[in-house]
Structure formats: structure tokens, C-alpha cells
Nanobody, 120 residues
Framework: QVQLVESGGGLVQPGGSLRLSCAASGSIFGVNAMGWYRQAPGKQRELVAAITGSGTTNYADSVKGRFTISRDNAKNTVSLQMSSLKPEDTAVYYC??????????????WGQGTQVTASS
């Protein structure tokens, strides 16, 4: 059994910063790509940023230059540093990971979501 546990969401003024973290735990053999998605009210879930096991990153155009994704392979964690937050960044943010469990089968896992609100 594998769990993704997120932390770090909250309320911040426009222009401010927040850092999200996500830790994977359980019967893990290996972790492939990890990423962050978000879903605003009335909108579809969208990719924010992703990072491969070797550190290659990919960002949505809307967050390039403002958000930075990183991971710690030894701890099976992924973080998202968000700066210059805008009201349109307001959403529930979800951690995602492709994890190889001990039966050597890979599955997609999601965190429970954490609310990020950029508002004055």
C-alpha cells in the first residue's frame, strides 16, 4: 500500500510565496515521474509541473519562471516552490507520482489535495 501525503497549502496575498511538499510512503520499490496538478472550481485538473527520476522538469506555460519543482529521491519527496502567486493560481493542488511497488508493477498515485488561495 502506498500513500502520498501533501503539506504546505494556505492563504497568501498576490505576489507572495508558498512551498508545497509531498511524501510518498509504503511498499515502494522505486519512484518514476512525480508532479503537481491543480484544479480550480469549474475547471479541469491541469498539470502544473513534473519531474522525472533523473531530474528533467516540465512546467505549464502559466507558471514558468514563477514555480520550481524539485525532488529528493532518497526520501521519495517532491516539492513545489511557488513565487509571485497570482489570484488565478488559486486551486486545489494535487501531488501525483508513478510508483513501482514491490511486486514490480507501476501504478499512478494521487495525494488528497491541498488548497492554495492567492487573495488580498
Amino acid at each position: 500500500q502506498v500513500q502520498l501525503v501533501e503539506s504546505g497549502g494556505g492563504l497568501v496575498q498576490p505576489g507572495g510565496s508558498l512551498r508545497l511538499s509531498c511524501a510518498a510512503s509504503g511498499s515502494i520499490f522505486g519512484v518514476n515521474a512525480m508532479g503537481w496538478y491543480r484544479q480550480a472550481p469549474g475547471k479541469q485538473r491541469e498539470l502544473v509541473a513534473a519531474i522525472t527520476g533523473s531530474g528533467t522538469t516540465n512546467y505549464a506555460d502559466s507558471v514558468k519562471g514563477r514555480f520550481t519543482i524539485s525532488r529528493d529521491n532518497a526520501k521519495n519527496t517532491v516539492s513545489l516552490q511557488m513565487s509571485s502567486l497570482k489570484p488565478e493560481d488559486t486551486a486545489v493542488y494535487y501531488c501525483n507520482a508513478n510508483i513501482v511497488v514491490r511486486t514490480l508493477v507501476a501504478y499512478e498515485y494521487w495525494g488528497q489535495g491541498t488548497q492554495v488561495t492567492a487573495s488580498s
